[in-house]
């Protein structure tokens, strides 16, 4: 699938403090934690998990999450499909949109019981 403006801006204009409960609640379900899923997302952004609590609260969009987030180098390893979208394939013009399904690529992995060492990814050397 392709991305569009429209489905970009849609996404940019989302509040992240709505979202994140969803992320916990399918972590849960799945027998892993809310410590997990904050690992995961601090790996991706840089956030720690005040710096999240400061975000939630704040209810900022995903537009502003991702603008002040530390996107960790290796996050390029992140690929595969995520909602009928291919990460590695969608267009550097729409780099929110991909950083948005990078993120919901691990936390997909995380709910998946994948194991922590896989999910951060790092380059092999």
Not at 6 to 28: G, Q, T
């Amino acid at each position: 699938m392709k991305v569009t403006a429209e489905k970009n801006e849609k996404v940019a204009n989302m509040i992240f403090a709505s979202i994140y409960p969803l992320y916990l609640d399918r972590l849960e379900k799945n027998g892993r934690t809310k410590e997990e899923l904050n690992q995961v997302i601090e790996w991706l952004t840089g956030y720690d998990k005040d710096d999240l609590q400061v975000l939630i609260e704040k209810k900022v969009t995903f537009r502003t999450f991702f603008q002040k987030a530390k996107i960790h180098p290796n996050a390029h390893l992140i690929k595969g499909v995520v909602c009928g979208y291919r990460i590695e394939e969608i267009e550097d013009e729409f780099e929110l949109y991909k950083q948005c399904r990078r993120m919901e690529k691990l936390i997909d992995e995380l709910a998946r019981g994948r194991k922590m060492e896989k999910i951060l990814r790092e380059e092999k050397k």
